[in-house]
Nanobody
Framework: QAQLVESGGGLVQAGGSLRLSCAASGRTFTGYAMGWFRQAPGKEREFVAATSWSGGSTAYADSVKGRFTISRDNAENTVYLQMISLRPEDTAVYYC???????????????WGQGTQVTVSS
């Protein structure tokens, strides 16, 4: 059974950094784009960043451009989200996803992780 497991979340002060990881298992994800989404309390889930299978194509939400970097290691079936200069408004549950559709849209993904909490204090 396909499984995505996020890790690396936590509590950090504004201006700090975190690196999220997402380990994929249970099936082959060859050709799948990988993405990160987040959902803050009372808000809808929103796109954060995504990368194509090769890593040659990436996309970012405007709110995180220049601060977040997505990368993947296909040999390790893992995708990362490096986050720097974190802000209180980045506080959310961060979800990893895998899919073959539009990789900037939630409906483009078939598989989702359970999420990891990121809390940025001011």
């Amino acid at each position: 059974q396909a499984q995505l497991v996020e890790s690396g979340g936590g509590l950090v002060q504004a201006g700090g950094s975190l690196r999220l990881s997402c380990a994929a298992s249970g099936r082959t994800f060859t050709g799948y784009a990988m993405g990160w989404f987040r959902q803050a309390p009372g808000k809808e889930r929103e796109f954060v960043a995504a990368t194509s299978w090769s890593g040659g194509s990436t996309a970012y939400a405007d709110s995180v451009k220049g601060r977040f970097t997505i990368s993947r290691d296909n040999a390790e079936n893992t995708v990362y989200l490096q986050m720097i200069s974190l802000r209180p408004e980045d506080t959310a549950v961060y979800y990893c996803a895998a899919g073959r559709g539009d990789f900037t849209r939630a409906y483009g993904y078939n598989y989702w992780g359970q999420g990891t909490q990121v809390t940025v204090s001011s």
